[in-house]
């Protein structure tokens, strides 16, 4: 039972960052917010900065989760790899006010739960995928799948960075779709590019 209360907090804070931001509510706020006092909030969480990691350990958890459940439905590696950064897509749209530069600044161990995720999950999911699509002749055989899945994490980090697409500026958003799409894009085959016509023009 505390762990489905805990749950509820957690995806209700998800749900006040994804429409505020990280950066502008204090503790205070938050709690009444969660309908908790200060005293039980800082009893739950200890503080903000503590709630603001087990919201982004929450979510990337709900998104290992949602990314096997797309995968059961999906045939081929190319579609997998373009689902995965559709995905991806969605929930940069879903959370237009996230502020990660904010995170990456005020919540050092949220933001290094990120790029703990990025390395250990995201990094062999791609290099996998890219690797069997090479096999089944659906991305160019001459790609080194490790060296383009490192080039890809890097190419989130220019989506998040804050000096090249200042957020009160740029639709992180549309930023994430112009940098992926063209480069997975010249990834892929003929037939490569022919299963993800679909997932292509949903991005």
């Not at 749950?7 to 804070?13: G, I, R, T, V």
């Not at 790899?81 to 749209?93: G, I, M, Q, T, V």
């Not at 989130?156 to 549309?174: H, K």
Request: a negative charge; glycine letters at 4%.
């Amino acid at each position: 039972m505390e762990q489905v209360v805990l749950h509820q907090l957690l995806d209700k804070a998800n749900l006040l960052f994804r429409s505020v931001g990280l950066g502008l509510l204090h503790e205070e706020q938050i709690a009444v917010a969660l309908d908790l006092s200060l005293l039980a909030f800082r009893n739950q969480f200890g503080s903000k900065a503590e709630l603001v990691t087990q919201v982004i350990r929450r979510n990337l958890e709900r998104q290992r989760y949602e990314h096997d459940q797309l995968f059961g439905n999906l045939g081929t590696p190319v579609e997998c790899l373009l689902a995965l950064l559709h995905h991806s897509l969605h929930e940069l749209r879903r959370s237009p006010h996230y502020d990660y530069h904010v995170m990456r600044d005020q919540y050092p161990q949220a933001w290094n739960a990120i790029q703990d995720y990025l390395e250990q999950y995201s990094y062999p999911l791609l290099t996998r995928l890219l690797q069997e699509g090479i096999i089944e002749g659906q991305f160019r055989a001459d790609l080194n799948a490790p060296f383009i899945a490192r080039i890809m994490l890097a190419q989130f980090s220019l989506v998040v960075n804050e000096q090249l697409f200042p957020p009160d500026y740029n639709n992180l958003a549309d930023v994430y779709r112009n940098i992926f799409f063209y480069y997975v894009r010249g990834l892929c085959t003929e037939e490569g590019a022919r299963l993800a016509t679909t997932h292509f023009l949903r991005m």
